[in-house]
């Protein structure tokens, strides 16, 4: 037996680290040039990192290094590594989240050497500058596969290239794509000119690969299960024949719909009927409607064939609280209406009363019963999708003899769903690594990268139609000794369908990455010529104005504004704007940032970009601007801007086709014509965020440097607070921002609206007695009761009530709402 080797350098701990060939030689590669390392699971690339590293810090003894990992409990993970492999003072080995003071943070980054940290922190303090990116010497990104679209690996690895003086950048993945543009895009992204690649099959890694046992099991289903499926689909199949009559769609099979083309048809709806006359919109009302349930049908045909009866009755709950609480249109009460749903809501219930949840439960009970008793020392992983069936497994592993199991979610929280801490999330993956919980049930938050080293069976509850999920949690296990994956797979299902998909992904990963060299130079290809857009007319106009001196700012008048300024300082020949905090984490920012933009960051009631004291610009996305439209939020909007600004700007940003929106074309133009015309408000469009910046950065510049204007924007008193009582009162059921008006004018107060009695309610014109009943049934909802479930058990009662309230109402309706006049 050969005797282990370990690595020999002053700043690693003696006989810590085993010296593997294969390390060596990635090593020899990556301290030369930016690299990107592919190398399969449980490989030791943290140990790569470590090499390189204490390789920098001995080059640069006052440099910086920085290890990004995407969750908690991996920043965890690393960070113990890292001060039990490495010589240097613990406490300049620290992870900087966003848990820390923000201010504190700053004297983190001053006083330490080593960082753990997550993308999105060291990006917010990139933006907000308490980490100089000059002293950084190495910057590792772990999961490297993320560094692609708008992720925030792509923006710091820009700011890193542009002010680091002694750059070195390593990106590490175990599944880099199945497509060799997702991997050029992560090159060109990351800055990468070297790429490294191992797999399975390489000569100098096969001796450290453990064998990983791989299978799957067909589970049938029940015949109640099956009954509810062929209910949904035969209702699923009469909305779908509905729009193929009005040739919207080419099929009426299910499986000739799946949901992302689903997604498409209101867009497809809108086009057909743009040019239907205001008088006779009766088809396109029904498209729109067919287009909504079918839809909502498609995602509950998934939840019961995959997820189970938890994951249904949950989804169902939320479209029957929607029509309680005033918010489901007529095709959703049409849907749930329909005697076909009442039979799959009866059905749905009975099964819940007897916590039925999906027949794979059984086969993964016994799975997990036989895996404990073979091995009461084994660490046992389950992924499910959504994170109430998360729970609800763990809930029932528990009740096997021998099993210790929690659920593990991320943390986000969401009505019903409470999400972990990080301090949670921590304690418990220590518990799991201690033996304390032998079953851990998790979501996808624990696919990346964490190492439990006793892990022997992987299961997955259900298909992923991803290979980089696929490999991400096949890897979880087979890190130190052989292991063993189960996928469950419901029986003519999407089960099947995602399997296939993903393992069809999965081949031509390792196609693709076998082709590849072990060493690529990077190859920058020529950008094609483009038509010119609004930004090259913009920045042509400027050359004009400078040469003719069209501009000058003195000529402009000063307004006086007596009410309270946000002003700046900025640092002289940078270009500075405020930006609404809630917009920091949008990729304009990134790209203001990349253009050497001084940004500010304040929670504005108004707009959100201020380019100088006279220039405030309110961005919308298309999604945002047909939301706004149909809340009437925009005119509310607007007529603050104008009020309260000397020359305010809309933006649209994105593709506003009038026949590809939820709304009707006519209902957009008018929008968009009332903006320019009643409002005279100036309206600008860009096609994605990357112009949207280069507009407001000429906006700025063209302001504050050719115009000498200052960056501050006055705020009238009240107006801020005025809106913000508007917006709160018009969340409730059933009302617009009109009654939201005559309600606080009427009460005077959102406190005297929240206190009111049912009767008092009818005074104000408008409501009637459903709008009063609804508003006060909402106030004194029990908000403990909703989120833990206890009204899924009156499900069925709820429905009928509805169904009959609604009849109720058909038949007679307030005087009060029927004299409500139509324009105000």
Known sequence: MNQTEYLNHPLIKPNKVEARLYQQTLFASCIKENSLVVLPTGLGKTILFLMIAAHRIQKFPDGKVVFCAPTKPLMDQHERTIKDAMNIDSKKITQVSGQINPKKRKEIWEMGQIFVCTPQTIQNDIIQHRVKLEDIVFLCLDEAHKGVGDHSYVFIADQYHQKAQNPLVLGLTASPGSKIERIDDIQNN????????????????????????????????????????????????????????????????????????????????????????????????????????????????????????????????????????????????????????????????????????????????????????????????????????????????????????HWFVGQSSARGDKGLSQKEQIEIMQEFRDGNYNVLVSTSVAEEGLDIGECELVVFYDAVPSAIRLIQRKGRTGRRKEGKVIMLIAEGTRDEAYMWASKRQAQNMRRLVRKMDKTTQKTVQPKKKQQKGLVDFLKEAETVAKKTNLVDGKEEEEEENKSLEIEFEKEEGKIKIICDSRERNSQVI??????????????????????????????????????????????TQAKALVESCTKPVILIEGDLNL???????????????SLATDFRLPIIYTRNQKETAEILFSLARREQEERKRRISIGKRKGLGLKIQMEETIASLPHVDHKISNRLLKHFGSIKNI???????????????????????????????????????????????????????????????????????
């Open 590 to 635: 990134k790209e203001l940032m990349n253009k050497g933009a001084e940004l500010g960051f304040e929670r504005l009631d108004l707009g959100d970009y201020i380019c100088s004291d006279q220039i405030i610009v309110e961005r919308k996305t298309e999604d945002d601007f047909v939301k706004s439209v149909i809340d009437k939020r925009l005119f």
């Open 190 to 405: 990351l800055h990468i000119t070297n790429v490294e690649i191992r797999d399975e099959g390489s000569y100098d890694v096969k001796q450290y690969i453990h064998e990983i046992e791989e299978g799957w099991e067909i589970i049938p289903l029940t015949d109640e299960f099956k009954i509810i499926i062929e209910t949904l689909n035969n209702l699923f199949k009469l909305v779908l024949e509905g729009l193929k009559d009005l040739e919207i769609v080419d099929s009426a099979q299910p499986r000739n719909n799946p949901r992302k083309e689903l997604l498409k048809l209101r867009g497809r709806v809108n086009e057909k009927f743009s040019d239907s006359s205001e008088e006779d919109r009766s088809e396109f009302f029904r498209a729109m409607a067919l287009v909504g349930n079918s839809i909502r049908l498609s995602h509950a045909i998934e939840l019961i064939e995959t997820q189970g009866i938890p994951s249904l009755s949950k989804y169902l709950e939320g479209q029957i609280n929607d029509i309680k609480f005033g918010k489901g249109s007529r095709a959703l009460k049409d849907l749930m209406f329909s005697e076909e749903m009442r039979q799959v809501v009866e059905a749905v219930q009975k099964l819940q009363e007897r916590k039925v949840i999906h027949p794979k439960i059984e086969r993964l009970s016994e799975l997990i019963s036989e895996e404990i008793k073979r091995n009461p020392n084994n660490r046992i992983l389950v992924f499910a999708h959504f994170r109430v069936t998360a729970k609800m497994i763990s809930e029932e592993l528990n009740k096997i003899e021998g099993v210790e199991s």
């Open 754 to 824: 929240m206190t009111a009695n049912l009767e008092d309610f009818f005074e104000v014109r408008g409501i009637g007695d459903k709008i009063a009943t609804d508003i006060i049934d909402f106030i004194y909802s029990d908000y403990n009761e909703i989120e833990t479930g206890e009204e899924a058990r009156t499900m069925k009662e709820d429905l009928d009530f509805l169904r009959k309230d609604k009849r109720g109402i058909n038949s007679k309706k307030s005087e009060n709402e029927e004299n409500q006049p139509k324009n105000e």
């Open 659 to 673: 026949f590809s929106s939820s709304l009707h074309p006519h209902a957009i133009a008018g929008a968009i014509t």
